[in-house]
């Protein structure tokens, strides 16, 4: 047996679902859990988007909207893909019995949420004047 067959990647690839063993079913539902709540998320920033271009054309400049709109419609296709990855990292990982892998993604996500409301309340400003 070669270091390799030893030491699986962290990165999975191939067949991945056959890795190691079948985790706890629990784990597995929490973790689907999780990934569908990061698709709900995704789901309410496109909603948002289409909110904002559409129902308030009286609010502010057509640049700013459509600013925003294309940057939650953005983030929304960003995590619907983070979901997914994340879903598969910690899948492979509960298989392997290891560290489910830390993710940085949180950080960002709260930082473009705050950028994301500083634009908004100058729409909403842009708006009242």
Do not use: H
Request: proline content about 4%; charged content about 20%.
């Amino acid at each position: 047996m070669n270091r390799q067959d030893s030491f699986p990647s962290s990165q999975p690839r191939g067949k991945w679902w056959l890795a190691g063993k079948m985790p706890d079913y629990r784990f597995t539902l929490a973790n689907e859990r999780t990934f569908l709540a990061w698709i709900r998320t995704a789901l309410a920033l496109m909603a948002g988007a289409v909110g904002i271009e559409q129902f308030s054309p009286q609010l502010s400049s057509d640049a700013l909207r459509m600013t925003l709109s294309l940057l939650l419609l953005s983030a929304a296709s960003c995590m619907g893909f983070i979901a997914w990855r994340r879903w598969r990292k910690n899948e492979y990982a509960m298989r392997l019995e290891r560290d489910l892998p830390y993710t940085r993604t949180l950080v960002v996500l709260a930082g473009f949420m705050f950028i994301i409301a500083v634009l908004l309340a100058v729409l909403l400003w842009q708006g009242q004047a």
